[in-house]
């Protein structure tokens, strides 16, 4: 007798909270989240913002709840899941997508200009998973999905803080599974490759050089679109995942799994 069936990625009777999700990857993971029949609630750090994505999911049809919250801000967050519980009730899924990056040599970037992608990329998601776990553990059950990068696994020049970040948002990945896992509660990571995103827009500039070579790493010889970690999001989010736990689903196009193709002989 298996439990599993399609039903299995529903996500119906479900509220998911994805953070920073007026646009962009969050935006996209929220909607598919949404389409798979949960209900949205985001975040992100103005209003402004918020309205943009408000204005966003109507267009696509989605009844999501904004709201004004800095993932960085501990009591702004416990106040927001607060006022979240009863707007809209407790959250089932949380989707820590909130975060920024700053390119700069490692030598010229300021120790403020390092805390701040520190606690915006890894503090952020500690106090957004402290702050929806002891309800999860009540209701025994809960899905977290951190999303890492591929910079998780490798560095590149100016991206020091970023990659240290997201190195250690996988490792508070495996932390949180092995810590709560016991309560039904299933913790993973999406890496993300090279997304076509505004924070990745400096980087594709037809011509740039950045942009052929991401092209020529990737094996998929493309830019990932916010499409591509649809899938990956639902399954993560929906009880087809239920033994998955600790894991970080790199949605890459492969370029981790390659050292690059050599290039065209001249002969
Ligand atoms: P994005 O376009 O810059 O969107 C990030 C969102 O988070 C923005 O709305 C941003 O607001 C918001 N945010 C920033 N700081 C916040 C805070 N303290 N509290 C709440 N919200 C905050 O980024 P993206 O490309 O969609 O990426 C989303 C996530 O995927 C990030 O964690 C990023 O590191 C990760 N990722 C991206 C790629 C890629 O290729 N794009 C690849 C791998 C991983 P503002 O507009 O004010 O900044
Ligand atoms: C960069 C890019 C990357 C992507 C992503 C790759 O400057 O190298 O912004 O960091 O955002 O994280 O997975």
Do not use: C
């Not at 919250?69 to 009863?86: G, H, L, M, P, Q």
């Amino acid at each position: 007798m298996t439990n599993f069936s399609m039903d299995s990625f529903s996500l119906k009777g479900k509220v998911a909270l994805v953070t920073g999700a007026s646009y962009g990857i969050g935006f996209a993971i929220a909607s598919a989240l949404a389409e798979a029949g949960a209900t949205i609630v985001f975040n992100d750090i103005n209003q402004t913002l918020v309205d943009q994505g408000l204005e966003g999911y109507k267009a696509a049809n989605i009844e999501a709840h904004g709201y004004v919250a800095d993932v960085t801000k501990e009591d702004e967050i416990n106040e927001f899941i607060s006022k979240v519980e009863k707007d809209v009730g407790p959250i089932d899924i949380l989707v820590n997508n909130a975060g920024i990056i700053k390119r700069i040599p490692m030598i010229e970037m300021t120790a403020e200009e390092w805390r701040q992608v520190i606690d915006i990329d890894l503090t952020g998601p500690f106090i957004m998973a402290k702050a929806v776990i002891p309800s999860m553990i009540e209701r025994g059950h809960g899905k977290i999905i951190n999303i890492a990068s591929m910079m998780s696994e490798l560095g590149r020049e100016t991206v020091s803080a970023y990659a240290a970040a997201k190195g250690g948002l996988k490792m508070l990945t495996k932390n949180i599974a092995a810590e709560y896992g016991e309560h039904n509660i299933q913790t993973n990571a999406i890496g993300p490759g090279y997304i076509e995103t505004p924070q990745t827009g400096p980087l594709r500039v037809a011509g740039h050089p950045f942009n052929e070579f991401i092209i020529s790493k990737t094996p998929a010889a493309r830019w990932g679109t916010t499409d591509d970690l649809k899938g990956p999001a639902v399954f993560l989010a929906s009880d087809a995942s239920n033994f998955v736990n600790g894991h970080t689903l790199y949605v890459d196009g492969g370029i981790l799994a390659s050292i690059g193709k050599q290039p065209a002989s001249d002969d």
